[in-house]
Protein backbone atom coordinates (compact mmCIF):
# COMPACT_ATOMS: atom_id res chain seq x y z
CA UNK A 1 0.00 0.00 0.00
CA UNK A 2 2.86 2.34 0.90
CA UNK A 3 4.65 2.03 -2.37
CA UNK A 4 0.94 2.22 -4.18
CA UNK A 5 0.27 5.96 -2.41
CA UNK A 6 4.17 7.13 -3.70
CA UNK A 7 3.45 6.45 -6.56
CA UNK A 8 0.36 8.16 -7.09
CA UNK A 9 1.81 11.09 -5.35
CA UNK A 10 5.04 10.87 -7.78
CA UNK A 11 2.53 11.04 -10.87
CA UNK A 12 0.21 14.11 -9.18
CA UNK A 13 3.90 15.59 -8.83
CA UNK A 14 4.61 14.99 -12.43
CA UNK A 15 1.51 15.82 -13.87
CA UNK A 16 1.44 18.95 -11.84
CA UNK A 17 4.70 19.82 -12.93
CA UNK A 18 3.37 19.49 -16.62
CA UNK A 19 0.62 21.55 -16.19
CA UNK A 20 2.66 24.33 -14.50
CA UNK A 21 4.79 24.58 -17.11
CA UNK A 22 2.46 24.94 -19.79
CA UNK A 23 1.34 28.35 -17.80
CA UNK A 24 3.36 31.77 -18.75
CA UNK A 25 4.50 33.67 -16.30
CA UNK A 26 3.76 37.13 -16.14
CA UNK A 27 7.08 38.44 -17.79
CA UNK A 28 6.24 35.56 -20.17
CA UNK A 29 2.82 37.11 -21.12
CA UNK A 30 3.82 40.73 -20.96
CA UNK A 31 6.87 40.09 -23.80
CA UNK A 32 4.21 38.63 -26.29
CA UNK A 33 1.70 41.10 -25.57
CA UNK A 34 3.86 43.97 -26.04
CA UNK A 35 3.77 45.92 -29.17
CA UNK A 36 7.66 46.59 -30.59
CA UNK A 37 6.02 49.19 -33.19
CA UNK A 38 4.58 51.32 -30.62
CA UNK A 39 7.76 52.42 -29.46
CA UNK A 40 8.67 56.23 -30.15
CA UNK A 41 12.38 56.15 -29.63
CA UNK A 42 14.49 59.61 -28.24
CA UNK A 43 18.09 59.80 -27.70
CA UNK A 44 18.31 61.12 -24.33
CA UNK A 45 21.85 62.36 -24.55
CA UNK A 46 24.93 62.04 -27.16
CA UNK A 47 28.60 62.18 -25.04
CA UNK A 48 31.94 62.97 -26.84
CA UNK A 49 34.17 65.32 -27.15
CA UNK A 50 32.97 68.62 -28.74
CA UNK A 51 36.38 70.35 -29.33
CA UNK A 52 38.94 67.87 -31.03
CA UNK A 53 42.82 67.91 -32.64
CA UNK A 54 42.30 67.20 -36.46
CA UNK A 55 45.03 64.96 -36.52
CA UNK A 56 43.99 61.92 -38.94
CA UNK A 57 45.77 59.97 -36.01
CA UNK A 58 43.89 59.52 -33.12
CA UNK A 59 40.69 58.24 -31.84
CA UNK A 60 37.46 59.58 -29.53
CA UNK A 61 35.04 57.72 -28.30
CA UNK A 62 31.34 58.95 -29.15
CA UNK A 63 28.23 57.52 -26.77
CA UNK A 64 24.35 57.39 -27.40
CA UNK A 65 22.17 55.14 -24.95
CA UNK A 66 21.35 52.05 -25.82
CA UNK A 67 18.36 49.83 -26.47
CA UNK A 68 17.56 46.94 -26.34
CA UNK A 69 16.86 45.69 -30.23
CA UNK A 70 17.84 49.22 -31.12
CA UNK A 71 20.62 49.78 -34.58
CA UNK A 72 22.17 52.74 -34.87
CA UNK A 73 23.75 54.70 -38.04
CA UNK A 74 26.60 57.34 -37.56
CA UNK A 75 27.69 59.62 -40.13
CA UNK A 76 29.64 62.65 -40.42
CA UNK A 77 28.56 65.99 -42.42
CA UNK A 78 30.87 68.71 -43.38
CA UNK A 79 33.87 67.01 -42.68
CA UNK A 80 35.50 63.84 -42.96
CA UNK A 81 36.14 60.98 -40.59
CA UNK A 82 36.77 57.11 -39.84
CA UNK A 83 33.80 56.00 -37.90
CA UNK A 84 34.18 52.46 -36.26
CA UNK A 85 31.12 51.26 -34.43
CA UNK A 86 32.29 49.39 -31.31
CA UNK A 87 31.64 45.70 -31.82
CA UNK A 88 28.61 44.15 -29.44
CA UNK A 89 27.73 48.16 -28.59
CA UNK A 90 26.83 49.44 -31.92
CA UNK A 91 25.49 53.05 -29.69
CA UNK A 92 29.35 53.47 -28.89
CA UNK A 93 31.82 54.56 -31.90
CA UNK A 94 35.15 55.87 -32.16
CA UNK A 95 35.41 58.75 -34.38
CA UNK A 96 39.19 59.46 -36.41
CA UNK A 97 38.73 63.03 -37.47
CA UNK A 98 40.48 63.46 -41.27
CA UNK A 99 43.71 65.83 -41.03
CA UNK A 100 43.67 69.23 -41.35
CA UNK A 101 45.88 72.08 -41.02
CA UNK A 102 43.18 74.94 -40.82
CA UNK A 103 40.81 75.21 -38.21
CA UNK A 104 37.11 73.60 -39.38
CA UNK A 105 33.84 72.34 -37.97
CA UNK A 106 31.75 68.73 -38.53
CA UNK A 107 28.54 67.46 -37.53
CA UNK A 108 28.52 64.03 -36.11
CA UNK A 109 24.74 62.34 -36.64
CA UNK A 110 23.48 59.53 -35.30
CA UNK A 111 20.24 57.67 -35.94
CA UNK A 112 18.74 54.79 -34.05
CA UNK A 113 16.39 52.43 -35.30
CA UNK A 114 14.21 50.47 -33.00
CA UNK A 115 13.26 47.00 -33.27
CA UNK A 116 10.00 48.08 -34.91
CA UNK A 117 11.17 49.97 -37.32
CA UNK A 118 10.89 53.78 -35.25
CA UNK A 119 14.08 56.11 -35.67
CA UNK A 120 15.34 59.04 -33.63
CA UNK A 121 18.14 61.20 -34.54
CA UNK A 122 20.37 63.83 -32.74
CA UNK A 123 23.66 65.78 -34.24
CA UNK A 124 26.45 66.53 -32.46
CA UNK A 125 28.67 70.26 -33.48
CA UNK A 126 32.51 69.79 -33.31
CA UNK A 127 34.91 72.18 -33.60
CA UNK A 128 38.40 70.68 -35.65
CA UNK A 129 41.46 72.25 -34.41
CA UNK A 130 44.18 72.08 -37.27
CA UNK A 131 46.99 69.89 -36.82
CA UNK A 132 50.09 69.32 -38.67
CA UNK A 133 51.91 66.03 -37.17
CA UNK A 134 55.41 66.45 -35.92
CA UNK A 135 57.87 63.54 -35.41
CA UNK A 136 59.86 63.61 -31.88
CA UNK A 137 63.20 64.82 -33.79
CA UNK A 138 60.90 68.20 -35.04
CA UNK A 139 60.72 69.97 -30.94
CA UNK A 140 64.22 69.58 -30.75
CA UNK A 141 66.21 72.96 -31.16
CA UNK A 142 65.81 76.45 -30.19
CA UNK A 143 62.58 77.76 -28.79
CA UNK A 144 62.11 81.53 -27.82
CA UNK A 145 59.23 83.73 -26.37
CA UNK A 146 57.87 84.56 -23.30
CA UNK A 147 57.84 83.98 -19.49
CA UNK A 148 54.87 85.09 -16.88
CA UNK A 149 55.80 83.63 -12.89
CA UNK A 150 52.63 83.56 -10.86
CA UNK A 151 51.81 82.87 -7.28
CA UNK A 152 50.64 78.85 -6.77
CA UNK A 153 48.40 80.06 -3.97
CA UNK A 154 46.39 83.24 -5.45
CA UNK A 155 47.30 83.21 -8.67
CA UNK A 156 48.89 86.67 -8.56
CA UNK A 157 51.21 87.17 -11.46
CA UNK A 158 54.87 88.10 -10.12
CA UNK A 159 56.31 88.81 -12.96
CA UNK A 160 55.17 89.57 -16.56
CA UNK A 161 56.43 89.18 -20.30
CA UNK A 162 60.09 87.80 -19.23
CA UNK A 163 62.51 87.05 -22.44
CA UNK A 164 62.94 83.34 -22.27
CA UNK A 165 64.95 81.31 -24.63
CA UNK A 166 64.65 77.54 -24.47
CA UNK A 167 67.18 74.89 -25.34
CA UNK A 168 65.36 71.54 -25.49
CA UNK A 169 66.77 68.18 -26.69
CA UNK A 170 65.33 64.95 -26.78
CA UNK A 171 65.19 62.61 -23.68
CA UNK A 172 66.94 59.35 -23.92
CA UNK A 173 64.12 57.47 -22.00
CA UNK A 174 61.41 58.58 -23.73
CA UNK A 175 60.52 57.94 -27.24
CA UNK A 176 57.98 61.06 -27.00
CA UNK A 177 60.11 62.96 -24.38
CA UNK A 178 61.77 65.98 -24.33
CA UNK A 179 64.12 67.53 -21.45
CA UNK A 180 64.83 71.03 -20.90
CA UNK A 181 67.92 70.81 -19.26
CA UNK A 182 68.98 73.51 -16.26
CA UNK A 183 72.26 75.31 -17.23
CA UNK A 184 75.74 74.99 -14.87
CA UNK A 185 76.41 77.85 -13.16
CA UNK A 186 80.30 77.49 -12.49
CA UNK A 187 80.33 80.18 -10.05
CA UNK A 188 78.02 78.81 -7.79
CA UNK A 189 79.09 76.93 -4.37
CA UNK A 190 77.21 74.02 -3.12
CA UNK A 191 74.17 73.82 -6.36
CA UNK A 192 75.45 73.50 -9.61
CA UNK A 193 72.38 74.11 -11.80
CA UNK A 194 69.87 76.96 -12.72
CA UNK A 195 66.71 75.72 -14.17
CA UNK A 196 65.94 77.68 -17.85
CA UNK A 197 63.04 77.80 -16.26
CA UNK A 198 61.92 80.01 -13.63
CA UNK A 199 65.35 81.22 -13.52
CA UNK A 200 64.48 84.32 -12.65
CA UNK A 201 63.41 82.99 -9.13
CA UNK A 202 66.06 80.93 -8.35
CA UNK A 203 68.38 83.42 -9.39
CA UNK A 204 66.95 85.61 -7.12
CA UNK A 205 67.26 83.35 -4.08
CA UNK A 206 70.74 82.15 -4.86
CA UNK A 207 69.79 78.81 -5.10
CA UNK A 208 71.62 76.17 -7.73
CA UNK A 209 69.99 72.34 -7.44
CA UNK A 210 72.35 69.68 -6.40
CA UNK A 211 74.17 67.36 -8.99
CA UNK A 212 72.51 63.89 -8.61
CA UNK A 213 69.60 64.76 -6.96
CA UNK A 214 66.41 63.39 -8.77
CA UNK A 215 65.93 65.54 -11.94
CA UNK A 216 68.27 68.18 -10.79
CA UNK A 217 66.27 71.33 -12.46
CA UNK A 218 65.77 69.78 -15.13
CA UNK A 219 61.95 69.73 -16.87
CA UNK A 220 60.78 66.82 -18.46
CA UNK A 221 57.86 66.82 -21.13
CA UNK A 222 56.07 64.35 -22.71
CA UNK A 223 54.59 65.13 -26.05
CA UNK A 224 51.17 63.87 -27.29
CA UNK A 225 52.13 63.74 -31.02
CA UNK A 226 48.51 61.90 -31.95
CA UNK A 227 46.48 64.86 -29.88
CA UNK A 228 48.45 67.84 -29.81
CA UNK A 229 49.32 67.44 -25.42
CA UNK A 230 52.04 68.51 -23.84
CA UNK A 231 52.43 66.90 -19.65
CA UNK A 232 55.08 68.16 -17.86
CA UNK A 233 56.77 65.29 -15.62
CA UNK A 234 54.98 65.16 -12.13
CA UNK A 235 57.95 64.11 -9.95
CA UNK A 236 60.22 65.70 -7.01
CA UNK A 237 62.13 68.54 -8.95
CA UNK A 238 64.91 68.43 -6.76
CA UNK A 239 67.01 69.72 -4.21
CA UNK A 240 68.82 72.88 -4.11
CA UNK A 241 71.79 74.86 -2.05
CA UNK A 242 72.34 76.05 0.05
CA UNK A 243 69.48 74.66 1.81
CA UNK A 244 68.98 72.06 1.28
CA UNK A 245 65.14 73.15 -0.04
CA UNK A 246 63.04 70.59 -1.84
CA UNK A 247 60.99 70.96 -4.68
CA UNK A 248 58.47 69.35 -6.48
CA UNK A 249 56.64 69.87 -9.89
CA UNK A 250 54.01 69.08 -13.07
CA UNK A 251 52.06 71.27 -15.08
CA UNK A 252 50.82 70.69 -19.22
CA UNK A 253 49.74 72.28 -22.12
CA UNK A 254 49.39 72.07 -25.97
CA UNK A 255 51.73 72.65 -29.24
CA UNK A 256 50.97 73.78 -32.28
CA UNK A 257 53.05 71.67 -35.53
CA UNK A 258 50.78 74.50 -37.93
CA UNK A 259 52.49 77.26 -36.09
CA UNK A 260 55.79 75.99 -34.56
CA UNK A 261 54.69 77.01 -31.32
CA UNK A 262 53.66 75.78 -27.86
CA UNK A 263 51.72 76.98 -24.54
CA UNK A 264 52.40 75.12 -21.32
CA UNK A 265 52.37 76.02 -17.53
CA UNK A 266 55.33 74.38 -15.37
CA UNK A 267 54.23 74.61 -11.49
CA UNK A 268 56.93 74.54 -8.93
CA UNK A 269 56.15 73.85 -5.29
CA UNK A 270 57.83 74.39 -2.09
CA UNK A 271 55.84 71.03 -0.28
CA UNK A 272 55.18 67.29 -1.46
CA UNK A 273 51.47 68.05 -0.81
CA UNK A 274 51.72 71.17 -3.55
CA UNK A 275 49.67 73.81 -1.15
CA UNK A 276 51.61 76.25 -2.60
CA UNK A 277 55.05 77.64 -4.65
CA UNK A 278 55.36 79.31 -7.66
CA UNK A 279 54.37 78.95 -11.69
CA UNK A 280 55.56 79.87 -15.23
CA UNK A 281 53.19 79.62 -18.25
CA UNK A 282 55.32 79.12 -21.22
CA UNK A 283 54.50 80.42 -25.09
CA UNK A 284 57.62 79.89 -26.88
CA UNK A 285 58.04 79.69 -30.95
CA UNK A 286 60.82 77.06 -32.68
CA UNK A 287 63.44 79.34 -34.01
Not at 69 to 86: C, D, F, L
Not at 165 to 185: F, H, M, Q, R, Y
Request: proline share 5%; net charge negative.
Amino acid sequence: MKNKILGLLGFIAVVAFLVSSCVKSPVEKSRESYDWNSIVPKILYFHGPTEVAASGLAAVTYEVPSRGGSTYEWKAEGYGATIVPRDNYPNIADVTWDQSSVDTSALLIVTETTHGGQTASDTLAVTLKKFCPWNISDFVGTWKGMEQIFREKTGAIVKDSLDITLEITADPNNENGLVIKSIEDPNAEGGKYLPQILAPIYGGWGERFQEGNPDEGNVYLTMGLLDGSITVKDAHWGQTLPGPYDYWCDGGGAWSGCTSSMKFTFNMYWAEDKSDGYGSIITVTKQ
